[in-house]
């Protein structure tokens, strides 16, 4: 009887040493395959500034451009390394973007417009951790340039989360740095 006692507990002590030994093997694997380039793609959330000053303030749940403001709805990305895609969102209430008619000195006339609906989008490309590429949705021959939004978040999605609708929709990018 003393013998069969001494046997299982030397099994029960190799069975122990051999799982720790395994975790201890998984666990190094792990971190060997863990590499840290510094262009990787970061998140988009944070303050993107450009050269020219202008900043968009992207949180999980926010987009923020000068005095417009919107909660993101989606988010649809063109590659599969996400470092490009667009953002739809839908305008707070009195946050909304605003479309001016000029004279022909470029001076604002009259009251100013609002877009035909809420939803509206901004294209971004070449995400990295420090920098992006950045453009609101504009079209100047719909609305009579007031604006290229939808009415709803159906039809935004239709009219912008493809790759052929970001070059008619975005056909130049700002870029900026990551404050």
């Not at 190094?28 to 450009?50: I, N, Q, R």
Request: hydrophobic letters at 30%.
């Amino acid at each position: 009887m003393f013998s069969s006692v001494f046997r299982s507990t030397n099994r029960a002590r190799f069975a122990a040493g051999a799982v720790f030994a395994l975790c201890l093997v998984l666990g190094s694997l792990s971190f060997m395959g863990c590499k840290s380039a510094p262009d990787e793609p970061g998140p988009l959330e944070g303050t993107w500034v450009s050269d020219y000053g202008d900043s968009y303030v992207l949180t999980s749940t926010t987009l923020k451009y000068g005095s417009y403001e919107g909660t993101i709805k989606e988010i649809v990305y063109f590659t599969d390394d996400q470092k490009s895609g667009v953002i739809i969102y839908e305008y707070i209430a009195g946050k909304e973007q605003k479309y001016y008619d000029y004279d022909d000195n470029w001076n604002p006339v009259g009251d100013p417009h609002y877009g035909p609906g809420k939803f509206h989008a901004t294209y971004f490309s070449e995400l990295t951790a420090s920098t992006i590429k950045l453009a609101g949705a504009y079209s100047s021959s719909e609305n009579s340039g007031h604006g290229c939004e939808a009415a709803t978040l159906e039809a935004a999605k239709t009219k912008f989360a493809s790759i052929d609708a970001s070059q008619v929709y975005a056909p130049s990018y700002g870029t900026y740095t990551k404050q």
